[in-house]
């Protein structure tokens, strides 16, 4: 479809992207009606709209640059003034009710499967790349995509189908997790923490947190220096030790190279060792929370692009229902069974988001709604998803053809 914006007019597509995040950002703190939506939804909602106005492409290299480049410059930025105890603290239960979700993924597509099989082409083939995906993210489905090989248009319209899916799921878990009576049901400590913070129902909540503080030159240069150092050390490392265990066999030890060289786990890793070992000087770099939130404001304007309705509606409006059926089970599985083992709705809402688009997506859900204590052990546990993916992916096939 020929946009206002081309493909290649990269200069206007990094004005549209900043423009939209700063846009989300105004609104957020600047009017009482918008401040009840977060700024995350404001981005993400500019971005679906002119893409499928035809303003912006639905894909272009700059949005995958926010992808490449971006996103992960913002968490080593994120996580420089983590809460190291609360990190130790919430790691255990935030694995134990990602598997819980996990499990939530590969019943849904079951069933989901069991509805449409005979309406879908290759939908077994499908099943196994969207149960790797939705357990552990984009990698997962790259993998899975190359293994089972379906046709390249089955291929196509299921990405689309998933893009669209993904900006409908944020916006179910971010009503969710600002619905009274669910926050009643499930307990919300998180988000009851922060507005007892910002007690004043005068007073934007978004204004105040992020109200101006003394920031330098110094702070901002040695804050995306650090961050900058820390993402080409662990992607190199990452790229290196892929490369070294690629000819490895057996499933453990697959799993193992896996966890070992996965990239976002490293540069957690890292970040967290930095942290640990150079505390005091790291808490002197004010301005990497404004610094790393602003990237994450892009990322979310990025993740309405490709959410083409009149594209789905052509292509794939079946896949559509297909994976919205995962996402909605995978969802209600873990609500029923994180109220049986106790869970808030943070911890559950962030389990989903991890599952189904990642952990990236899941710490950017986590740091636009201030559930800042969430934000290291989601990211950790989350990259979980990319070890086991591409086995549940398998498992999933191979029940299924």
């Not at 992808?67 to 603290?89: G, M, N, R, T």
Request: with cysteine.
């Amino acid at each position: 479809m020929q946009t206002l914006i081309s493909t290649d007019n990269h200069l206007l597509l990094w004005a549209f992207v900043m423009l939209a995040a700063a846009a989300a950002i105004f609104i957020e703190q600047n009017s009482r009606l918008a401040g009840k939506v977060p700024g995350a939804v404001l981005a993400l909602l500019i971005a679906l709209i002119a893409s499928n106005l035809g303003v912006i492409p639905t894909d272009a290299p700059v949005f995958d640059a926010v992808w490449s480049y971006i996103v992960p410059l913002a968490i080593p930025l994120l996580l420089f003034q983590l809460d190291l105890h609360a990190l130790f603290k919430e790691s255990g239960r935030m694995l134990f009710i990602f598997l819980i979700s996990s499990l939530g993924t590969v019943i849904g597509t079951l069933v989901s499967f069991a509805l449409l099989k005979n309406y879908i082409p290759e939908l077994d083939k499908v099943a196994g790349m969207i149960s790797a995906s939705y357990t552990g993210g984009g990698v997962n489905f790259a993998a899975m995509s190359a293994k089972l090989n379906p046709a390249k248009d089955v291929i196509a319209a299921t990405i689309v189908a998933d893009n669209l899916m993904m900006a409908c799921y944020f916006f179910i878990l971010i009503g969710i997790s600002s619905s009274y009576w669910v926050r009643k049901v499930w307990g919300s400590p998180y988000q009851d923490k922060l507005e007892q913070e910002y007690h004043d129902p005068s007073v934007n909540k978004a204004a105040e947190y992020w109200k101006p503080k003394s920031i330098s030159l110094q702070s901002i240069a040695l804050s995306l220096a650090a961050s900058i150092l820390l993402v080409a050390v662990s992607f190199s490392l990452s790229s290196f030790l892929q490369n070294h265990f690629q000819s490895v066999d057996g499933v453990a030890l697959k799993m193992l190279t896996g966890l070992i060289s996965d990239k976002y786990l490293l540069l957690t890793t890292f970040t967290l060792a930095v942290v640990l070992f150079f505390r005091k000087g790291i808490q002197k770099l004010d301005g990497s929370q404004e610094l790393g939130t602003y990237c994450i404001y892009l990322f979310f304007v990025v993740i309405g692009v490709p959410a083409s309705i009149p594209l789905i509606i052509k292509t794939a409006p079946l896949l559509f229902v297909f994976t919205l059926i995962i996402a909605v089970l995978n969802l209600l599985l873990t609500l029923v069974l994180g109220k049986l083992f106790k869970f808030s709705i943070e911890e559950i809402v962030l389990a989903c988001n991890a599952n189904i688009g990642g952990p990236t997506t899941a710490a950017a859900l986590a740091i636009s709604k201030g559930w800042r204590d969430l934000v290291g052990a989601i990211l950790l546990i989350g990259t979980v998803g990319y070890i086991i993916g591409n086995y549940i992916g398998s498992f999933v096939y191979a029940l299924l053809s």
